[in-house]
């Protein structure tokens, strides 16, 4: 699986506040929203690394041909992990049963479903060796992309604040407390980074 930068610099989150309405409390609050919504990408793209372990937001992104309508599994099934190397499916609708099982197949799990014609198995074989490396390297090339994202808002965020202060918004004293408390939000920000993306490489790794 190769790491895709588009889910982050594709775009690093917009600024919400506009110039017309900004004020420094107002650029910080927004920089620190563009900061979660970064880390909260990283997050739903860290659940979509096959790991050894079984868990359902591998079949998050997978969609169903629901009576010619494309709809996420989760949107029609109840989805479960009764075990460490499994998933269950259990369709609420019995015509949605083949619309699961091609969807799972055509999708880039990887991975065979078996039907029994009551609920949907899906079996997570252990991870070799060097699969797992692999996806460490991927993992980290995330992690990367999202400390990128966070200071890249922290540069448009400073961009503003130098702005109000060109303005006479906000004096030069407030201007410094400001990109003060920017880096503080930044350095917050990459430490979560840090610490979701270490959690990630130790499940990896684990046998």
């Not at 190769?2 to 690093?12: L, Y």
């Not at 868990?55 to 099934?77: E, F, H, M, N």
């Not at 410094?176 to 499940?203: C, I, N, S, W």
């Amino acid at each position: 699986m190769e790491a895709s930068n588009a889910w982050f610099s594709e775009k690093t989150p917009e600024p919400r506040c506009k110039e017309n309405s900004m004020d420094r409390d107002s650029v910080l609050l927004d920089a620190e929203e563009r900061m979660e919504k970064a880390l909260s990408s990283l997050e739903r793209e860290f659940g979509k690394l096959r790991t050894g372990r079984a868990s359902t937001s591998l079949v998050d992104g997978i969609k169903v041909d629901y009576y010619g309508t494309p709809t996420p599994i989760g949107q029609l099934a109840s989805v479960a992990t009764p075990d460490s190397r499994t998933i269950t499916i259990q369709p609420w609708d019995r015509g949605a049963f083949s619309g699961v099982e091609k969807a799972i197949l055509k999708s880039d799990l990887g991975l065979t479903p078996i039907n029994d014609g009551k609920i949907i198995r899906i079996s997570i074989p252990p991870l070799t060796e060097d699969r797992r490396k692999e996806l460490v390297k991927v993992a980290r090339k995330y992690g990367e992309e999202a400390k990128v994202a966070v200071r890249n808002i922290r540069r448009d965020g400073n961009d503003q604040l130098k702005k109000l202060e060109k303005d006479k918004t906000i004096s030069e004293d407030d201007l410094k407390k400001a990109t003060d408390e920017m880096q503080k939000l930044t350095d917050k920000y990459v430490a979560r980074v840090d610490e979701r993306g270490q959690g990630k490489e130790k499940e990896i790794m684990e046998l």
